[in-house]
């Protein structure tokens, strides 16, 4: 039979849940619009991650060299509308953290009032990993709508033991899993929840494991059919990522204490709102002891955690926690690093943490956290606006949003025409950063040949891409330390060739040196497809 917890509200049901959708929605929609237009108009180019992506959306495939194919799904379905503008990026990573925070409090509702699970919501929107980092669309960011979604049904599923909901269940975990292989370690705190609870002894959660295993593998199938087809590349890219190389000065301990303290700093602005939570609250329950009349009834409200049941408060704690602790164990026990950025979907749970120690009248709660979330939220952006735009560009530093990536298109497209007049630039061979840079701002759209190669450009059908002409370009001022061999081979069989400088911001940031070669389209170049 199906778990059986102590009576609460069902949320679904009640009056007051209704509106509180609207304040959810209203929130999200409006952090979705603070952070895209501020980084809009604040970043002349994006992240490194935000232009793989961008490029990678040059097709549907079932999988790429680095990663599974999620991100680039929803990329290539929003470049097919949209095209490829930079700001497309922001409000992508925008839309999925929007997304996850809204199974967030779906997943609150199940447990407790509509109003508290908007408490939740809004604490942990203020972690680095829904606000700021949200702005990089990438396989970190991506990933958390189906972690939060999996949570979610999974909780329905072994609540109510329904097969609908494991069949979701199987569903959202393998695009969890085709998104980025690191939800086996969600899985995994799962899995531990399953045992601790002794749900291995229910027959209803043992009928719908298997109903979720078969929805999981139709899901992902495609994409394991593709790892056959291509030796496996994305977990040989993971495995050299994690694996230190027998580099000296590695260390295992250093490397846990640094990721751990990366973390604490991810998850401060949270920390900060339950800071100035709680001495707003002490501050109110003071005055109102000053002027109310002791009474019987006077002792304190018992706080939120207090009001779930013990299965519920398992659940958070195990499953919540579960994949950090997971992931430090594991990699003190092999050896292997840890990137800071792969933790991005292990706190999802934490806003629901300060119900250990919040209480008391939950409209007067609810109103003082949007206060606090919505004044962070502002500063956060706002801040990050100014940093990350203006301040960087007149202080000359180095960083990808100030890279001059339209200028430099511009200058590319220009030397193109006085090679090739008449000739459309259909194809840049150069690294990611720079041919992205390059390739998003040409009209009609110009493909990116990722160094020189065609395993990492699968958009590119041709065995001779350059046939129709190609733009070879590289530089070492930005993210690439030189030319790859392929590269080096075209620009090398290039006819014209030449120099790009262009300072990076200010006269006192650094030089960009951009070496380029132009590949004229030979005599059989079919024609190009009109648009």
Known sequence: MAFSADPIPTPAASAAGRPVVFYVLLFLAGMVALWAVLCGISHKSPDLDNMEELVWASSFEWGYYKHPPVPAWFMYGLASVFGKPIWLTFLAGQLFSALALWFVWKLGCEFTTPRRALIAMLLVSV?????????????????????????????????????????????????????????????????LFFLRQGHWRDRAALRGVP????????????????????????????????????????????????????????????????????????????????????????????????????????????????????????????????????????????????????????????????????????????????GRGPLAYYTGRKTDSTYPGKQISLQMQDIWHQYVPGAPLTLVVADTWLGGNIAVHVRPSANVFIDGSLRESPWLKSSDPTRCGALVAYSTADHSSGPSPAVRRLYEQAPYKGVLQQRWSTQKSPMIVVHWGIIPPQPDCPARPAH
Request: proline share 3%; aromatic share 16%; glycine share 6%.
């Open 211 to 386: 109903l979720a295993l078969l929805t999981f593998l139709l899901v992902i199938a495609p994409h394991v059919y593709w790892l056959f087809q291509h030796a496996f590349e994305p977990l040989h890219y993971a495995d050299e990522s994690i694996v230190p190389g027998g580099d000296p000065q590695f260390s295992v301990m250093s490397d846990i204490w640094g990721f751990l303290t990366t973390q604490l700093g991810r998850l401060s602005p949270m920390l900060v709102a339950w800071i100035a939570l709680y001495a707003w609250n002490r501050r109110a329950a003071s005055k109102t002891a000053k002027t109310s009349a002791p009474t019987a009834a006077g002792a304190a409200a018992p706080r939120y955690a207090q009001e779930l049941s013990a299965w519920d408060r398992s659940f958070l704690l195990i499953v919540g926690i579960g994949p950090v602790v997971l992931t430090v164990l594991v990699s003190g026990a092999l050896g292997t690093r840890l990137g800071s950025s792969w933790a991005s979907t292990f706190f999802v749970l934490f806003g629901f943490y300060a119900y250990w120690w919040l209480r008391g009248d939950e409209h007067a709660m609810l109103r003082r956290t949007a206060i606090v979330i919505v004044a962070i939220q502002m500063l956060m952006a706002v801040g990050y606006a100014i």
């Open 127 to 191: 972690t680095a990993y829904f606000s700021v980092r949200a702005t990089m669309y990438n396989h970190n960011s991506v990933q958390m709508w189906s972690i939060v979604a999996s949570t979610w049904l999974y909780y329905r599923a072994l609540r109510y033991g329904r097969a609908s909901d494991w069949l979701w269940l199987g569903a959202a975990c393998g695009m969890a899993f085709i998104t980025k292989y690191s939800a086996l370690i969600q899985f995994a705190a799962f899995f």
